[in-house]
């Protein structure tokens, strides 16, 4: 079946460092790619998505950036700060309403 | 005022009971859900509706009935509960559904402990 993978699973920055996320997605009619932050007791969050006609969207300290040729997509995170620490999903949307979600990274901002 | 709101919010009970858990959105959309999370943090998506009408029905055994009385509610009723259903139950909603995927809304979530 359809799938998305994540790496990595976890992920320790010095605050103040960039942080990449990387996921690679299987379906070629995917045309969506959002990614969500969760925060530790709460549900996820949308941060940032990307679609299919665009290679790099940015906003403020977050990026994404989508390869379709290679079927990769990246978050990236500049200036980290201890409030970046979560959970972070990526997933890919193709067109039967359902999004097909990364395992998670754990992001966690060393002081 | 929270836009989804799912009750309860930690559910403990013994094995074979029958449990519900109840959502509620205010954002005025079409499309609600229920996921599942286990321990490992992977997301799963078991139900989905649009306006009432269920849409996605993933492979999850029949002990897990999703009723929606309208639109703006979508409930989640276990029966037989087992240990493998222990996880956070998250409800979620989206204004677009179908070949345009919209953004999710996520409740707080539910975690079901069964023992």
């Known amino acids: 079946g359809e799938n998305v993978e994540q790496h990595p699973s976890t992920l320790s920055v010095q605050e103040g460092d960039s942080a990449v996320i990387k996921c690679t997605y299987s379906d070629s009619a995917s045309n969506y790619f959002p990614w969500y932050k969760q925060e530790l007791g709460k549900g996820p969050q949308l941060i940032i998505d990307?679609?299919?006609n665009v290679g790099e969207k940015k906003d403020q300290r977050i990026a994404v950036t989508l390869n379709k040729t290679a079927k990769h997509f990246s978050l990236h995170i500049t200036e980290t700060q201890p409030e970046d620490s979560a959970v972070y999903f990526c997933?890919?949307?193709?067109?039967?309403?359902?999004?097909?979600w990364g395992a998670g990274t754990k992001l966690i901002i060393k002081p | 005022d929270t836009a989804v709101s799912q009750t309860p919010k930690y559910l403990v009970t013994q094995m074979g009971n029958d449990k519900s858990i109840k959502c509620e959105q205010n954002l005025g959309h079409d499309t609600m859900y229920w996921y599942k999370q286990d321990s490992k943090k992977f997301l799963k998506i078991m139900f989905s509706y649009n306006n009432k009408e269920l849409i996605i029905n993933e492979t999850v055994p029949n002990r897990f009935s999703p009723k929606s009385p309208d639109k703006a509610h979508l409930n989640l009723h276990i029966n037989s509960l087992e240990l493998g259903d222990s996880a956070v139950y998250f409800c979620?909603?989206?204004?677009?559904?179908?070949?345009?995927?919209?953004?999710?809304?996520f409740g707080e979530g539910s975690r079901l402990t069964v023992l």
């Open positions: 990307i679609r299919s």
């Open positions: 979620a909603s989206s204004q677009v559904g179908g070949m345009n995927t919209g953004e999710l809304f």
């Open positions: 997933a890919s949307g193709a067109s039967n309403y359902q999004l097909i």
